[in-house]
């Protein structure tokens, strides 16, 4: 299993681009989700998803679209790109129905927007 | 609304002693779960350690063990015989249970940046 999978892994951006961070997994999970990390802040949430065809919003969805259409892959769309959304974006997912709630993180994508 | 706060953003320890981070959390939730999550510099995010609310006994990994105080809401990370290996940040998260609704939302702490010295 390869696990949670992210592309790019860096990414530079003029002020009002736009591009898809790619996820996906290869674990059957249902549950996926975006956070970004942000330098004394932690991880916070931006979208989720708890199966195909079902999204919802997390903590800090502004400026940021999602779509669920398969069980594997989960992208975070940046519609118009701003330099507040300079940050590493971590895609995670976990599998509901399992006991130990443990989520399982990609590898990051390091965006810089200029 | 859950918050967790780590307070100490960056300690360091001597190789083979142990150090003590901190966590605290906010909540009115009477079931949830905590994490402490390690991030070395290749980013990766890897889980450390996991507590259950409703378990009493404090949860154990090897060197890393967890002193969970319940009605303290206060949840630290204990590394015993620390390694080279375990200079990273960590976080601490906490997840509310939630019945069939699970989101598995995790709400993060700001981390704490520790430096095991040789």
């Known amino acids: 299993n390869a696990g949670v999978t992210q592309t790019p892994k860096f990414q530079v951006l003029k002020t009002g681009q736009s591009m898809t961070l790619q996820c996906a997994q290869d674990m059957n999970h249902e549950y996926m989700s975006w956070y970004r990390q942000d330098p004394g802040m932690g991880l916070r949430l931006i979208h989720y998803s708890v199966g195909a065809g079902i999204t919802d919003q997390g903590e800090v969805p502004n400026g940021y679209n999602v779509s669920r259409s398969t069980t594997e892959d989960f992208p975070l769309r940046l519609l118009s790109a701003a330099p507040s959304q300079t940050s590493v974006y971590f895609c995670?997912?976990?599998?509901?129905?399992?006991?130990?709630?443990?989520?399982?993180f990609g590898p990051g994508t390091r965006l810089t927007v200029t | 609304a859950q918050t967790v706060t780590q307070s100490q953003p960056e300690m360091s320890v001597q190789e083979a002693e142990t150090v003590t981070l901190s966590c605290t959390y906010d909540t009115s939730e009477s079931n949830y779960y905590l994490f402490w999550y390690k991030q070395p510099p290749s980013r990766q995010m890897i889980l450390v350690i996991r507590?259950?609310?409703?378990?009493?006994q404090n949860a154990t990994e090897n060197r890393f063990s967890v002193n969970f105080q319940k009605a303290a809401k206060s949840f630290s990370l204990k590394i015993s015989d620390s390694q080279l290996g375990d200079t990273a940040m960590y976080f601490c998260?906490?997840?509310?249970?939630?019945?069939?609704?699970?989101?598995?939302?995790?709400?993060f702490g700001q981390g704490t940046t520790l430096q095991v010295k040789p």
């Open positions: 995670a997912s976990r599998d509901i129905d399992r006991g130990n709630h443990e989520q399982y």
């Open positions: 998260a906490f997840m509310k249970k939630a019945g069939s609704s699970n989101t598995g939302k995790l709400i």
């Open positions: 507590q259950e609310a409703y378990k009493q």
